[in-house]
């Protein structure tokens, strides 16, 4: 087969122009791509992060102030703010998420409290005898047997009744010549709370009665009996316990928290598990203690018994409208709760992204939580899908219900400086024994804070960090001295500053490497001035902490345990020195 030459030639011409204009526009696209691509990412935040502490933000390369490791550009559409989440239209139709507005509301909802009937104590009555006898025989002898007033209770044999109404019947005998002695034998029975009617027929009988009966003084129940037939009682002696049901106590158990809805003269209504009848009482009493165990304070209303329908120890319930009170309320569902913190998830207006905020909740009513801090009315709050969203937050590093919200350090770069501090001199004769007892008592509240960062919850140690540099406050100037003056000035200051940033943060890793500054203070004011305190402190000191550069901690133990690294090496480092009691 023949080729024309002028056709290869054509074709040959065209490959080459089409590889020169291929190259020329295609050539560089795709690596230029990648470059801007990747500068857009760094450029567009201007952050970098540690991929080991995410909450590591700063405007340039470097090391994490943490670990050493080197930082990287932090990932694109990340705002640098840890308590922010972006999201993309498309992962929140995923994820469900549902929010709602939250507002002002009255707090309505109805107080519901428990509690039983029982007696009133001031209409509980004992039926006593009024001279000593035998009971022959017991007419009210059980237990909620009904008695009146006026009515038998019991027959009663007594000898000194017997020789007091043969008494009276020689006095009748006698009532013309000596009519006082008649009176005076009257008198006697009478004290013995003879009625003039029981008087006046053994008169007529002209016979003493050998077996009394004893008339109940009271009206009401027979709740308690307290002898049997036969039994031998002195005067005064008891017989029955007697109450009245007419009037009895509703007595309901109230939890501390609803005690500001409950007051003397208030109305209350309630109803027993027996029927849904509605009874009515008022409030007489509100208990002034708490019972230690349960935790509830006694209220009590005075309620009438019409019908005696209530019975003691029935179970009774009642609800009590609380005080109205505008408080702000946010739906159960937007709560994520772990225990020591609640959170909530709140949608930024305009944007795909949510915030983090740590709420502090009040009572719960219904289905909703009352909000004393953390948002305010406006607030939208993700209120199906928060526990996605804090999923995700935990993967991107950000803050979540795990990880505790801590400061963002963004966009200045913040590194910790160790502080150089001069040597200590000798100036514990010059200090004086109150101000030695004052570092004392700080070495004290830094030892609990030496304790919280082993076990290295920053919550705990943001709250005794707040202890310790109140002591701090607490330490006088020392004396008059202007060299010692001078010197505890150079070191209350940074130890004001680490305590500060301690107390204000709650980021564990932060707190740590502040403490090394608070500690090297410490231990020199130990080593200047002296302390009060009868046992050593040991100077201890671990070569890894700091990046690798080393620092020292103050312990009341020989043993190592290291306050940098917890309990991943928590053994790590050895006693440097030992500075004993007025050094």
Not at 111 to 138: M, P, W
Not at 227 to 237: F, I, K, M
Not at 328 to 343: C, Y
Request: glycine letters at 8%; aromatic letters at 6%.
């Amino acid at each position: 087969m023949k080729f024309n030459k002028s056709i290869l030639l054509t074709i040959g011409v065209a490959l080459v122009v089409g590889a020169a204009v291929g190259a020329l526009l295609f050539g560089n696209k795709a690596p230029q791509t990648q470059e801007e691509s990747h500068q857009h990412e760094v450029d567009e935040n201007g952050l970098w992060t540690c991929s080991m502490h995410p909450q590591v933000r700063q405007p340039e390369s470097g090391s994490c102030p943490f670990c050493g490791m080197d930082l990287i550009p932090l990932a694109n559409g990340d705002s640098g703010d840890p308590t922010i989440l972006k999201m993309s239209n498309a992962a929140m139709q995923l994820a469900n998420i549902e929010t709602a507005i939250i507002g002002s509301s009255e707090k309505t909802t109805p107080i519901r409290l428990n509690g039983k009937i029982k007696v009133d104590d001031r209409l509980v009555n004992l039926q006593t005898t009024h001279f000593e006898g035998r009971v022959e025989e017991l007419y009210k002898g059980f237990e909620g047997d009904v008695v009146t007033k006026g009515e038998k209770v019991a027959s009663i044999y007594s000898p000194e009744l017997v020789t007091a109404q043969e008494e009276l019947i020689a006095a009748k005998k006698l009532a013309d010549t000596n009519p006082v002695l008649l009176e005076a034998a009257r008198k006697k029975l009478h004290h013995w709370k003879l009625s003039m009617d029981q008087i006046m027929e053994i008169e007529k009988s002209n016979e003493p009665l050998r077996n009394f009966d004893l008339l109940s003084d009271y009206t009401g129940v027979v709740t308690k009996k307290v002898v049997n037939n036969g039994t031998h009682l002195h005067e005064g002696g008891g017989l029955v316990e007697i109450t009245d049901l007419t009037s009895l106590w509703a007595v309901f158990e109230v939890y501390e928290r609803d005690l500001n809805n409950i007051s003397l003269g208030q109305k209350v209504s309630f109803k027993t598990s027996r029927d849904n009848e509605q009874y009515a009482g008022v409030v007489s009493f509100i208990s002034p203690n708490v019972d230690p165990n349960t935790r509830v304070v006694e209220v009590r209303a005075d309620v009438r018994n019409r019908g005696l329908k209530l019975k003691p120890d029935m179970f009774i319930e009642t609800s009590i409208s609380p005080n109205s009170v505008s408080a702000l309320v946010v739906p159960k569902s937007a709560v994520l709760w772990t225990g020591k913190r609640s959170i909530v998830y709140v949608k930024i207006p305009n944007e795909s992204s949510f915030q983090l905020r740590e709420v502090v909740l009040g009572d719960a009513i219904g289905n909703a939580y009352l909000i004393e801090e953390g948002l305010k009315a406006g607030d939208e709050v993700v209120t199906n899908g928060a526990f996605t969203l804090d999923a995700e937050s935990q993967l991107k590093g950000n803050n979540s219900m795990m990880n505790p919200l801590s400061p963002t350090v963004a966009p200045e770069k913040v590194i910790f400086e160790e502080i150089d501090l001069p040597e200590p001199k000798d100036l514990s004769d010059k200090a004086g024994a109150i101000f030695q007892e004052q570092i004392g008592a700080l070495s004290i509240e830094y030892i609990a804070l030496k304790d919280a960062m082993v076990a290295g919850d920053g919550s705990t140690i943001r709250k005794i960090g707040v202890s310790v540099r109140n002591a701090l406050n607490r330490v006088e100037s020392p004396s008059q001295n202007e060299e010692v003056n001078a010197y505890w000035g150079s070191l209350k200051e940074p130890m004001r500053q680490s305590l500060e940033l301690i107390a204000k943060t709650g980021d564990r890793d932060a707190q740590r490497l502040e403490f090394i500054n608070l500690s090297k203070a410490l231990i020199n004011a130990l080593k200047a001035f002296g302390t009060s305190s009868e046992s050593p402190f040991y100077v201890q000191y671990c070569p890894m902490a700091n990046n690798n550069t080393g620092a020292t901690w103050i312990s009341r133990e020989e043993e190592i345990i290291n306050p940098y690294f917890g309990d991943v090496m928590l053994n790590c480092g050895n006693v440097e020195e030992v500075i004993n009691p007025n050094n």
